[in-house]
């Protein structure tokens, strides 16, 4: 089952990530002034393991998460972190896409159970986004107002 085969992925990435956190303490990032907050940048050349473990968790995450929202939202550049938030036992951090994080709900708080990582967007990503959301949005508020192209060529 895909499932079962990405929770043993997950947790072979985890090993890896704790060995290279372990025998490489430069690929922190030190971008927070609290160390146990510093992001990690397990993607450097040479980590050939670590390179060959995330390419089959995303090949099998294809066969979950293609053409799904997931997939749609980290390719659109939506957003520098993504998260998932649920309550406990409705999803395994192993199911998630990699680079998600998650919060789970307890009580009136969340607990990270998976942190997420940093998804680089570049200024025009966002602004392409901005703009596919604006015009979404001017299609919609004519619709509504039963604008059609014919007129708003007749207010030219």
Same mark, same amino acid.
């Given at each position: !089952? ?31 002034? #609290? ?6 940048? #397990? ?16 090949? @099998? +995450? ?41 919060? @789970?709900? +307890? ?10 990582? !940093? ?8 602004? %392409?986004? #901005?703009?596919?959301?604006? @015009? %979404? %949005? ?13 007129? @708003?060529? +007749?207010?030219?």
């Amino acid at each position: !089952m895909t499932s079962d085969r990405l929770n043993i992925l997950h947790a072979r990435r985890e090993r890896i990530e704790e060995e290279l956190r372990l025998h490489y303490p430069s690929i922190t990032n030190g971008d927070s002034l #609290f160390q146990e907050y510093h992001s990690v940048d #397990f993607q450097r050349p040479g980590h050939e393991r670590y390179q060959r473990t995330l390419r089959d968790i995303q090949r @099998l +995450q294809g066969r979950l998460h293609a053409n799904t929202k997931f997939d749609r939202l980290v390719r659109w550049g939506a957003a520098n972190l993504f998260w998932v938030v649920a309550d406990p036992d409705i999803v395994a951090g192993h199911e998630l896409p990699v680079g998600w994080g998650l919060l @789970l709900r +307890q009580g009136d708080g969340l607990d990270v159970a998976t942190k997420p990582l !940093m998804h680089e967007v570049s200024e025009s990503e966002r602004l %392409a986004l #901005f703009h596919w959301i604006a @015009l %979404a %949005a001017s299609r919609a508020v004519n619709r509504e107002h039963g604008i059609d192209y014919e007129d @708003l060529r +007749q207010v030219e």
